[in-house]
């Protein structure tokens, strides 16, 4: 199994450019997630999706739209970039370790994509 | 006020100590606590995680919790300079499943 992987593992844009991350799992797992890793900021949710054809906003959506059309694709889009979005995005998806919807959220990174916005 | 606090370090430890790396929280509806770890220029990847109160061993990891306190502990004993990486802390409530929420990170390093 690849796992989580993330494409592509580095871009540099210019302002008001636009461009799509794209995470890919292969274990089967419902839930999603976009979070972007900034120094001395942790990992901050952008959007996230609890199955194919739903997605909802993180904690950090504006900017930033996403798209769950198969199960195991989950797509970051930026329209129009900005020197504020230079950051390392990372993709992870979970599956809950449990019965019933209950358990553990135990997530699986893939290895990130370092972005930056001249 | 953040959800979870993570004690920000750095840490920086001989080899062969023995290590605590801490968080706390305010939401008492968590139920699960995950420990992940993040080598340089790497994803965090999933070291351990434990349901409610008590203790889970896992070889030199040993991650703690206290309910009633609100706060969490991963140990390390015996430390070594691969165990050299930023320890992130995330909990998860039943009601919330499929969202985490995530510490800061402590950075440790393990000097040889």
């Known amino acids: 199994n690849a796992g989580v992987t993330q494409t592509p593992k580095f871009r540099v844009l210019k302002t008001g450019q636009s461009m799509t991350l794209l995470c890919a799992q292969d274990?089967?797992?419902?839930?999603m997630y976009w979070y972007r890793q900034d120094p001395g900021m942790g990992l901050r949710l952008i959007h996230y999706?609890?199955?194919?054809?739903?997605?909802a906003k993180g904690e950090v959506p504006d900017g930033y739209n996403v798209s769950r059309l198969k199960k195991q694709n989950f797509l970051l889009g930026l329209e129009s970039a900005a020197p504020s979005q230079t950051s390392v995005y990372f993709c992870a998806s979970s599956y809950i370790s449990g019965t019933g919807g209950q358990g553990a959220d135990t997530q699986y990174f893939g290895p990130g994509t370092r972005l930056t916005v001249l | 006020q953040k959800e979870v606090e993570q004690d920000p370090g750095p840490l920086s430890v001989p080899e062969g100590a023995i290590v605590s790396l801490n968080c706390t929280y305010s939401?008492?509806?968590?139920?699960?606590f995950m420990w992940y770890r993040q080598y340089s220029r790497k994803g965090p990847e999933l070291l351990m995680y434990?349901?409610?109160?008590g203790n889970k061993e896992d070889g030199r990891f040993t991650a703690q919790v206290d309910k009633s306190s609100k706060y969490i502990s991963l140990f390390i004993r015996d430390s070594q300079p691969s165990d050299s990486a930023t320890y992130l802390c995330a909990m998860s409530a039943n009601t919330n499943a499929g969202k985490s929420t995530f510490g800061d990170g402590t950075t440790l390093t393990v000097k040889p």
């Open positions: 274990m089967n797992h419902e839930y």
């Open positions: 999706s609890v199955g194919e054809g739903t997605t």
């Open positions: 939401n008492s509806a968590f139920q699960y």
């Open positions: 434990t349901y409610s109160s």
